[in-house]
């Protein structure tokens, strides 16, 4: 190995130090934008430089040793993180290029997204709860970014609030076990959880769950989602879907998988928590007049999939944690792709018409054929739709369930259902935007999206083809994280 597991960590934090600086000393912002771009593709690259040998950095932090770690948990997540934040940065080069204070803007992204590398590279309990507050903050910001319209202040002040009480639980979780334990080293600790007191094991998993719960927007932990997607800039929608949701789960898992030998079960909850997100999601999405909210709705019923199979996985181990696991990592790097992409486009139609209102978007995919065409792949997908990339995720995931037997073919039959159920709002969507012949006096008035916008798009929709025709492209990220799962936690 010749490069450290803290570089593509390092070098986003520097990135966004300098961007800043850069945004308030030059006047054009693309080239803001661009300096930006060009720190995430060096973090990429040294992510693929750490794959798959992967690596161990230990330091000392106020008398506690304390580590990253490059595992295949690692550069899977931070892989996804990195590759959504190039797609997006690229995209809000030409969509924010008239908004103040872009500098602020790339910066806080950056650091978003190191912060969700660094929950994957988490080797303590310490570690994981600092990189998930340092991908949490940033977040609050750029959901407020207009600043100048009270929504999305509103919007922000919500998701803070919430997200802080779910902070200060799962850190009320994480101090019952070192107060039990006297230890954080996640390589260590299942040995010394196995005689904590049963109900203070079950506190703690309780705890653990409800806070990072809240980011990873299960119900009923929901609450802020709708209006924090539906009010922040669409390239920032795209990355709260696609990255710090699912970096959320991720942060909850290894936070799990260490209680494992206490007896708590908490797969259990898990799959029930999975099971209601995926139906309060679908069923609230179906009655959405507004294209970013119906989006915020159904990223909701996708992270109850995901949850599901975590849950499925944690509970069925020994028998379907192989699948369960594949399908669960899959489905969080399809997500960021088909709802990164479906938000792209429901920012271009946004920049086009001024509005996401559905009834207003009438016959805009005839006049923008592209996002038109895109959005429907992307739709599509998320509903699971074969050949397409949201329908191989969900097959592992009904492969782990049929594994299991028992409940989890019970869990199985009502992912299949949701799927059917999220056609019910993707098809009128679709209908609306592609084939209405009723077209909005909007849409007459609206101009082809600019080259900047139409480049991530057309790229996502590749990924959300090729990723569906050859599961092995994205399997090749996905497997390795899978073996680190099934070898840490089968050894526990």
């Given at each position: 190995?010749?490069i450290?597991?803290?570089?593509?960590?390092i070098?986003?934090?520097?990135?966004a130090l300098?961007?800043?600086?850069?945004?308030?000393?030059?006047p054009?912002?693309k080239?803001?934008?661009?300096?930006?771009?060009l720190?995430?593709?060096?973090?990429?690259?040294?992510?693929?430089?750490?794959?798959?040998e992967?690596?161990?950095?230990?330091?000392?932090l106020?008398g506690?040793?304390?580590?990253l770690?490059?595992?295949?948990?690692?550069?899977?997540?931070?892989?996804?993180a990195?590759g959504?934040?190039?797609?997006?940065l690229t995209?809000?080069?030409?969509?924010?290029?008239?908004?103040?204070?872009?500098g602020?803007?790339y910066?806080?992204?950056?650091?978003?997204v190191?912060?969700?590398?660094g929950?994957?590279?988490?080797?303590?309990?310490?570690?994981?709860?600092?990189?998930?507050?340092?991908?949490a903050?940033?977040?609050?910001?750029l959901?407020?970014?207009?600043?100048e319209?009270?929504?999305?202040?509103?919007?922000?002040?919500?998701?803070?609030?919430?997200?802080i009480s779910?902070?200060?639980?799962?850190?009320?979780?994480?101090?019952?076990?070192f107060?039990?334990t006297g230890?954080?080293?996640?390589?260590?600790?299942?040995?010394?959880?196995a005689?904590?007191d049963?109900?203070?094991?079950i506190?703690?998993?309780?705890?653990?769950?409800v806070g990072?719960?809240?980011?990873?927007?299960?119900?009923?932990?929901?609450?802020w989602?709708?209006d924090?997607?539906?009010?922040a800039?669409?390239?920032?929608s795209?990355?709260?879907?696609?990255?710090t949701s699912g970096?959320?789960?991720?942060?909850?898992?290894?936070?799990?998988?260490?209680?494992?030998p206490?007896?708590?079960h908490?797969?259990v909850?898990?799959?029930?928590?999975?099971?209601i997100?995926m139906?309060v999601?679908n069923?609230?999405?179906?009655?959405?007049?507004?294209l970013k909210r119906?989006?915020?709705?159904?990223?909701i019923?996708h992270?109850?999939y995901?949850?599901?199979?975590?849950?499925?996985?944690l509970?069925?181990?020994?028998?379907?944690?192989e699948?369960?696991?594949?399908?669960a990592f899959?489905?969080?790097?399809?997500?960021?792709?088909?709802?990164?992409g479906?938000?792209?486009?429901?920012?271009a139609?946004l920049?086009?018409?001024?509005?996401?209102?559905?009834?207003e978007?009438?016959?805009?995919?005839?006049?923008?054929?592209?996002?038109?065409?895109?959005f429907?792949?992307?739709?599509?997908?998320?509903?699971?739709?074969?050949p397409?990339?949201?329908?191989?995720?969900k097959?592992?995931?009904?492969?782990g369930?049929?594994d299991?037997?028992?409940?989890g073919?019970v869990?199985?039959?009502?992912?299949?259902?949701?799927?059917?159920?999220?056609?019910?709002?993707y098809?009128?969507a679709?209908?609306t935007?592609?084939?209405?012949?009723?077209?909005?006096?909007k849409?007459k008035?609206?101009?082809p999206?600019?080259?900047?916008?139409?480049?991530p798009?057309?790229?996502?929709?590749?990924?959300?083809?090729?990723?569906?025709v050859?599961p092995?492209?994205?399997?090749?990220?996905?497997?390795p994280?899978v073996?680190?799962?099934?070898?840490?936690?089968?050894?526990?």
């Open positions: 190995m010749d450290s597991p803290a570089a593509p960590i070098t986003l934090f520097i990135g300098l961007t800043y600086l850069f945004g308030r000393t030059y054009k912002p080239f803001t934008g661009l300096a930006s771009l720190f995430l593709v060096i973090a990429l690259v040294e992510l693929l430089k750490l794959y798959p992967g690596g161990r950095v230990t330091y000392s106020w506690t040793q304390t580590f770690e490059a595992n295949g948990l690692a550069i899977f997540l931070g892989v996804v990195v959504l934040g190039i797609l997006v995209y809000d080069v030409s969509h924010m290029k008239d908004s103040p204070g872009l602020r803007y910066a806080l992204i950056l650091l978003m190191a912060g969700a590398i929950i994957g590279f988490a080797g303590d309990l310490f570690n994981l709860f600092v990189f998930f507050e340092v991908m903050i940033p977040s609050y910001a959901v407020a970014f207009r600043k319209k009270w929504e999305p202040v509103e919007a922000a002040v919500k998701y803070t609030i919430m997200s779910g902070s200060l639980l799962a850190l009320g979780g994480i101090s019952i076990i107060m039990y230890n954080l080293d996640l390589n260590t600790l299942a040995q010394s959880v005689n904590m049963p109900g203070m094991a506190a703690a998993a309780g705890l653990i769950i990072f719960g809240v980011k990873v927007a299960i119900v009923p932990l929901h609450m989602l709708p924090a997607y539906q009010a800039p669409s390239g920032i795209a990355l709260l879907s696609g990255i970096a959320g789960a991720i942060a909850m898992l290894k936070a799990l998988t260490i209680l494992i206490t007896g708590t908490p797969g909850v898990l799959i029930i928590f999975g099971i997100s139906f999601g069923f609230m999405a179906l009655v959405q007049k507004d119906m989006l915020a709705y159904s990223s019923a992270m109850g995901v949850v599901m199979a975590i849950g499925l996985a509970n069925y181990l020994p028998i379907a944690g699948y369960a696991f594949r399908g899959f489905h969080i790097m399809n997500h960021a792709v088909m709802k990164g479906a938000f792209l486009c429901a920012g139609i920049q086009s018409i001024g509005t996401s209102d559905l009834h978007m009438r016959g805009i995919g005839r006049k923008n054929v592209l996002v038109g065409v895109a429907a792949f992307f739709a599509l997908a998320l509903a699971g739709v074969p397409l990339n949201g329908f191989i995720s097959f592992f995931i009904c492969k369930g049929v299991a037997g028992g409940w073919i869990a199985m039959s009502l992912l299949i259902l949701n799927s059917a159920i999220s056609l019910g709002y098809l009128p679709l209908n935007i592609l084939f209405s012949r009723d077209i909005s006096e849409t008035l609206a101009k999206s600019p080259i900047w916008i139409s480049i798009i057309v790229i996502m929709v590749i990924l959300t083809v090729s990723l569906g050859y092995e492209f994205g399997l090749k990220i996905v497997n994280a073996q680190y799962l099934m070898s840490f936690a089968g050894g526990l």
